[in-house]
């Protein structure tokens, strides 16, 4: 629309016929933009600078065709030809820019979360416990054991099984991230208490780590479940690209900002995060096609 009024030489009701033209093709080329950006990404099996890169540049370069061209043709008056040629160009701009901006986007996220700048691949997320806790005052719960088989039976019978969470650890640890373990406990770089870690495998897949702070009760242990489930399930939803899992709210990561939520409105911890009820939107956990396993829980 800016672009239409700057080109149009035409007032009153033809500038507003333009402005509407240029409206027009500026959210056709956006939405096909984001349409090959979620396709392309869908596609591939990996994340990082290159996945960014390649997803980016695909959003960028269609949405650049489209624009150059929809601009040429319309508000211009340009023939195919030249309409054509300013869609190319319009798209190689958009195509390089994306792509940077994509790359550096993922790979700044990966390598920040001990994932590998280029690929993705082994993103961790962290949920930190009670910052109060000393690994030494830690103590399972009644009716609670602390071992892997355990949780995974308390995870297939609270939700259910998930084939994109290829494992669910304890006494053990991701073999990058500074993470030890003391008394069961997971630590981190710090030394501070994390409850859970969501590892990124590639491919969509994650391995989920418990620590034996999580295993002070059962309804901590369903808790820190469902919220590394959570992280992991945005893992295989953004490899499918029907989110961008990088995306962030006020410098928060949008996963952890849906993970917390759901604690505040399902336990009722209180985090903070219970204000972001009405921007969660697509990354939330209401979403019955990804988070039916959540909805249909048995607390």
């Known amino acids: 629309m800016g672009q239409a009024m700057i080109n149009s030489d035409k007032s009153g009701w033809g500038l507003a016929g333009d402005m509407f033209k240029g409206a027009l093709t500026g959210g056709a080329a956006g939405a096909a933009g984001a349409w090959a950006g979620g396709a392309v990404s869908g596609a591939l099996n990996f994340g990082?600078?290159?996945g960014g890169a390649v997803s980016g540049g695909a959003g960028g370069g269609l949405s650049g065709f489209i624009g150059g061209s929809g601009n040429a043709w319309l508000l211009q008056g340009a023939n195919f030809g030249q309409g054509l040629s300013a869609g190319l160009i319009g798209g190689g701009i958009g195509l390089a820019s994306g792509a940077l901006l994509g790359g550096l986007s993922n790979g700044i996220h990966a390598s920040r979360n001990h994932?590998?700048?280029?690929?993705?691949?082994?993103?961790?997320?962290a949920s930190y416990g009670d910052p109060k806790l000393r690994p030494e005052d830690v103590k399972v719960g009644k009716d609670v054991e602390f071992s892997s088989d355990f949780a995974k039976k308390v995870a297939d019978e609270t939700y259910t099984k998930l084939d994109y969470v290829k494992d669910m650890n304890t006494n053990k640890v991701p073999s990058k991230g500074g993470y030890t373990i003391k008394n069961g406990s997971i630590l981190d770089a710090k030394g501070r208490i994390i409850d859970g870690l969501t590892e990124s495998l590639g491919k969509g897949n994650s391995a989920v780590y418990l620590s034996k702070s999580t295993f002070v009760s059962m309804d901590q242990l369903k808790m820190t479940i469902g919220h590394e489930y959570i992280h992991a399930t945005h893992n295989f939803m953004a490899s499918r690209g029907i989110l961008n899992a990088n995306a962030k709210h006020e410098g928060i990561l949008w996963t952890e900002i849906s993970a917390h939520h759901w604690e505040n409105h399902v336990w009722g911890v209180q985090n903070g995060y219970?204000?972001?009820?009405?921007?969660?939107?697509?990354?939330h956990w209401w979403r019955k096609d990804y988070f039916g396993w959540l909805l249909n829980a048995k607390y």
Do not use: A, M, V
Not at 115 to 125: A, H, N, R, S, V
Not at 274 to 283: P, T, W
């Open 48 to 50: 990082g600078f290159f």
């Open 115 to 125: 994932g590998d700048f280029w690929t993705g691949k082994g993103t961790i997320l």
């Open 274 to 283: 219970g204000i972001y009820e009405r921007q969660l939107g697509r990354f």
